[in-house]
């Protein structure tokens, strides 16, 4: 591997995701401050959330804060981290505007781009397979087996939501539910890409970011319930004054 390729691909795949999330938040009714403030909580949460895992399974380097700096970072609990981070800067600046949406194609993108530089560097492969798109990797075993390009597999699936997502927005399909849609259907996929991945099993033969997907996919769950519901509380009042105009006018 080119020792440039791995660092461009990262920067291409952030590039990828600033430029289309300002021109998907163009529509917005924000500031500019109020999108650097959201931008950032997303950064940071996406930041946090990568690297927590890694960081409680390391009290000493967490405790130093070296661990904060070392490798190993997953992109589930990134994702999950930008939800959060975006929802705390709102709440910090008392933003009211929905973003949801506005970034659920940027990110999804960006990803399929980023897990592009997993497959150049030869990390976060699968297991062994005899599938004829099996590919070696430098492992344990000398790249002596072909596995699983686990890392190919992501990146098409978050290829195949940009598009879902972005056919989704046009024709106006679960509206302010685009993004919890996107990370409900990774954690439904990670689930399941597991089973190919040479992850330990911890308690009922289920990895750690199997565990963790059964966790947080009520959360993300009750998160779309609740939307729902308050957005046919809002739109109540109106659809009530439309009837009412209705009425009159076919009565006069």
């Not at 000493?60 to 970072?73: D, H, I, Q, R, T």
């Not at 996107?182 to 990895?207: D, H, K, N």
Request: aromatic share 14%; net charge positive.
């Amino acid at each position: 591997m080119s020792t440039w390729l791995y660092p461009f691909i990262m920067l291409a795949a952030v590039a990828v995701g600033i430029v289309l999330l300002r021109r998907s938040q163009s529509r917005l009714a924000l500031r500019s401050s109020d999108k650097v403030a959201i931008g950032l909580g997303a950064f940071c949460g996406a930041m946090i959330g990568a690297k927590l895992p890694f960081a409680l399974a390391d009290w000493e380097g967490l405790l130093s804060g070296a661990v904060w700096f070392s490798n190993g970072k997953t992109i589930v609990c990134g994702m999950v981290g930008a939800y959060f981070g975006v929802e705390f800067a709102k709440w910090i600046c008392e933003i009211r505007t929905k973003t949801g949406d506005s970034f659920a194609v940027p990110a999804a993108l960006s990803v399929a781009v980023g897990r592009l530089s997993c497959l150049v560097a030869g990390c976060c492969y699968g297991t062994p397979t005899t599938l004829p798109w099996g590919m070696r990797f430098q492992v344990a075993d000398g790249g002596q087996f072909a596995r699983h390009p686990t890392q190919l597999y992501e990146s098409i699936f978050h290829f195949a939501m940009a598009i879902l997502l972005s056919l989704l927005r046009q024709r106006g399909v679960w509206k302010g539910q685009l993004v919890k849609f996107y990370i409900l259907s990774y954690l439904a996929y990670r689930w399941v890409t597991e089973f190919i991945r040479p992850e330990p099993a911890m308690w009922f033969g289920m990895t750690g970011y199997q565990w963790f997907a059964v966790i947080a996919s009520p959360v993300f769950g009750w998160l779309w319930w609740r939307g729902t519901r308050r957005a046919y509380r809002e739109n109540e009042p109106a659809k009530a004054v439309a009837v009412g105009t209705h009425d009159q006018l076919a009565s006069g």
